[in-house]
């Protein structure tokens, strides 16, 4: 599986599926799977049971994992989407946006 240039935080556009347009914070990146899962995106109805936790158990929703080909970075400076490009800042690699050239986080 190649590297993801998405990481947990990061602010993406979901580029197709049933929530196409979209856009939500990262809440989890799995790498070895080549998804992440987004916030207020791809939400799948579950049936829990009854624990501790959750008394009453029934159906909750909650965001299932996209394919990471299927989101695009939003650059913090200039807003748009964009593919990630990379740089050396001195000693370290860091990421940086195709369209303007800024770094990211």
Known sequence: ???MNIKKGDKVLVL???????????????PAKGR??????NMVTK???????NQEGGLVHV??????????LIC???GKAT???HKFEG???VRCCKKCGATIA
């Open 76 to 78: 913090p400076s200039c």
């Open 83 to 85: 593919r990630v490009a």
């Open 47 to 53: 049936a829990v049971r009854p624990s501790a936790a």
């Open 36 to 41: 992440v899962v987004v916030e207020k995106v």
């Open 91 to 93: 000693d370290k690699k």
């Open 1 to 3: 599986m190649a590297k």
């Open 63 to 72: 965001e299932a994992p996209i394919d990471v080909s299927n989101v695009a």
């Open 16 to 30: 197709a599926g049933k929530d196409k347009g979209a856009q939500g914070e990262v809440i989890r990146a799995l």
